[in-house]
């Protein structure tokens, strides 16, 4: 159809209004006719991110189930006992999906299993080739996964309990945050590299369109048919630029400028000038003390990665399977592995056989320490990624937050901490029972690919009733990596034993 002379005259005023603009800013003459046709192109779609977030240990499900109302699996609650593991992020539940019903399909009932839980291979042996789901993602995408580590394996190598991110072969992650800001964003002395990225002049300079001038071409354009008003559409979309405008602030907008990140500069001075032995014993970034910090850092960096757009795939392993940190700086005295994670439950006096199948069969004081050290990683997370990427508009996507962009996967080894569960069942201990999951939750709305705000629950078995029950019921987690990788876009990839994508949280 031929282009309606109105249009092609109002298109030509922008895209000369900005050419101009461009050249007045010092812009090339090329990057000046590029802003100028990117100007009136359609537009493009939110940038999508994924973040995997391994908690070592699993949990006391009495801490951890959360409450459905009813029948309704998106009237829930996640902050049940004061030392409720999922607690911090019940102010975010509308970005939250916590999955139950799913299982590491034939691993032993064991931490070791860490070797295979995010890529479904069922070997539990370190030397089989398996590629473990973020980097599944990354290489459907084309990009190079960050794999971030705090004291993540002992100071003398890498061993199996260690090895939780794989590409092919298992993958060592930079404990340093230091080192990997520096690497991302620049060092850290340097200063910006005085260049124009076309796209974030692009919006200073649709910006930069006033009022009136808009409202003159909205008025020229009056009458056109729906096939011919593409421009009042893409002027539509300037103004709301403009009213927002004022919150999209914050001076990272594009990122052309490395951001602040305090907390990487505390682990920079305190690392400094360390003495490191042969077998890493000396080595700040493995010694338990320094622990706590190495993690906000690492957290910190991950939050400026991901809305600077500088990492698209990304992984956090805060400790390694079976290490022993004595968490009193958490408020849980005692070494999480031995002692906090294997603390024994106990079940209620006032639970009897034909109680319901319920967490509050469950004495909630036998295992609040041990709760209380992992509501501590769901705090860190929280204060330090979900809080900030829940209020910060994207500066890649305007009218967003970065939350609504990205995906969070928070994870761990193992279920039940004590009882080293890689299934979801009922617990007995005595004549009640309590369903125990593994932990495995998603938040955010990865560019509205993801539906959530609910819990997705499958059955369970009772393995007193029938030995085999929670292996012949459970979903494979699998299949979450699978909706994982349709949601960020990663098409034609596979993993082992999946059933099918979790259609109730696949969005558009």
Known sequence: MPTNPRVLRASRRVERRIFLKAIALGLSLPAAARLARVALAGPTAAPKRFFVFFMPHGVAPEHYNPQVSASDSTSFALDMTNVSILGPLEPYKAYVNVYSGFQYVGAAQTHAGIVNCLSGITAVDTTTSRTSVEHVIAKALGVQPLILGACSHQPYGLDNNGMLFWDGTPVDPQKNPAAAADALFGGASAAPAPTVDPNVQLRKDLLALTASEIQTLQTELTGLT????????????????????????????????????????????????????????????????????????????????????????????????????DFTFAGAPGSHHSTLSHTTPSELPTAQYNSPNSISNYDPNARAAFATAQRWFTQQLVTKVVSILATTDDPAAPGTKVLDNTLIYWMSEIGDGAEHTRVSELERLGPAAMPSFLPLVTIGKCGGAIKSGQVVQYAIGDPNVTASAPTTVNRPATDLYLTFAQAMGATGVTFPGTTGPVTEVLGT
């Open 226 to 325: 729906s096939e011919q008003t593409k421009l009042q559409t893409h002027l539509a979309s300037i103004q709301s630029l403009q009213s927002g405008a004022s919150s999209m602030g914050s001076g990272q907008a594009g990122c052309t400028a490395r951001p602040s990140m305090p907390t990487v500069e505390m682990v920079r001075a305190a690392s400094a000038g360390q003495v490191i032995n042969s077998s890493g014993g000396n080595d700040y970034f493995y010694q338990a003390t320094n622990f706590p910090l190495l993690l906000q850092a690492q957290l910190e960096l991950v939050t400026q990665a991901i809305i600077c757009n500088a990492a698209q795939v990304i992984g956090l392993m805060p400790m390694y399977a079976t290490s022993d940190f």
